[in-house]
């Protein structure tokens, strides 16, 4: 199952969740590329399709359960993020080379 949403400017929050872990969604992240004042992402199951180049740099709360990451990328943008909750078993590590992880970034657990 491929998503693509199109979003406009006046969107503040997206939720998606699939309910079983036996099938993920996979949400492209060019999806993002208009939602300039996106500040709150809910994903449930959900794979990203894309490089982070569209992924919302205005993030204010992130929550991606079941986030399929082992680590999170370099180029992550994290410099917005108040909290962020990515309840994974495969997620290991929140840096990876040098990445600069915000003195003001909640770890949600």
Request: charge should be positive; glycine fraction near 6%; charged fraction near 25%.
């Amino acid at each position: 199952m491929f998503l693509f949403y199109q979003g406009s400017g006046a969107i503040k929050g997206l939720a998606l969740e699939m309910n079983t872990s036996a099938y993920q969604a996979e949400l492209r992240t060019k999806a993002f590329s208009m939602m300039h004042k996106l500040r709150l992402l809910k994903l449930n199951n959900v794979r990203r399709r894309g490089g982070y180049k569209d992924f919302p740099k205005n993030l204010k709360w992130l929550r991606w359960h079941n986030c399929p990451l082992r680590s999170l990328p370099k180029d992550f943008p994290l410099s917005n993020l108040v909290a962020i909750d990515m309840q994974s078993r495969k997620l290991k590590k929140l840096e990876n080379g040098n990445m600069v992880v915000p003195a003001n970034l909640c770890f949600l657990r």
